[in-house]
């Protein structure tokens, strides 16, 4: 029998779904290994990237949760360090604390006879400002003034005090002078630190 004269439907019917059933098989493979497969290893890709971006919004999640709470706690120790910035700040501010002593002397009935600042000592995150004072008045002015100055916003320390009577006064509002420094304080933001004694 010439290929020319072989029809399939005169093959016994066996042969025939045999044959059918390989081609189907063979289609089923030319398919598989050039569009399901690659379909699948796609899917499989995406699978597993879809599973790291589960992870990462996992993540990120976890951190959108905590921002809120890191935002607050930002903005309360920014105004924490507003408020230490008003008790120690970071400039001399020397017309600001002239003008201060200066009203809390007046409010406590005393006379300033000498204002001087002094050179300032620095130290590891501060600066010592030392000013000089000399006041006249009584010795209730004299306490209602250091009193003023233990309740100022900024840190102001008074030392080396000395108090002495004035000789003949008539005026009970002027008994006594007295000499002392009063030492406030400067931060020293970004600046290196001083080792002691320099």
């Known amino acids: ?23 189907a098989a063979g289609i089923a493979a030319l398919g598989y290994a050039y569009l399901l497969r690659g379909l699948i290893e796609q899917r499989s890709a995406l699978r597993a990237e879809v599973r790291q971006l589960e992870i990462t919004v996992a993540q990120v999640t976890a951190v959108q949760s ?31 604390i002239l003008r201060s002593v200066q009203e809390m002397a007046a409010a406590s009935n005393l006379k300033i006879i000498k204002f001087d600042p002094q050179p300032v000592a620095p130290h ?25 100055v233990g309740r100022f916003t900024r840190v102001v320390n008074v030392d080396n005090i000395k108090i002495k009577g004035i000789d003949g006064s008539t005026d009970p509002n002027r008994t006594l002078t007295s000499n002392c420094t009063a030492v406030t304080f400067v931060f020293r933001e970004g600046q290196p630190a001083v080792a002691n004694g320099n």
């Open 66 to 96: 905590q921002l809120d709470r890191f935002k607050a706690e930002l903005a309360l120790l920014d105004e924490r360090l507003a408020e230490l910035r008003r008790i120690l700040p970071n400039t001399k501010e020397t017309p600001q």
């Open 124 to 148: 590891e995150f501060y600066t010592d400002w030392p000013i000089t004072l000399e006041v006249q008045g009584s010795y209730n002015a004299l306490g209602s003034f250091f009193e003023k």
């Open 1 to 23: 029998m010439a290929l020319r004269d072989f029809k399939f439907e005169t093959l016994p019917r066996t042969t025939q779904i045999v044959v059918f059933a390989a081609l």
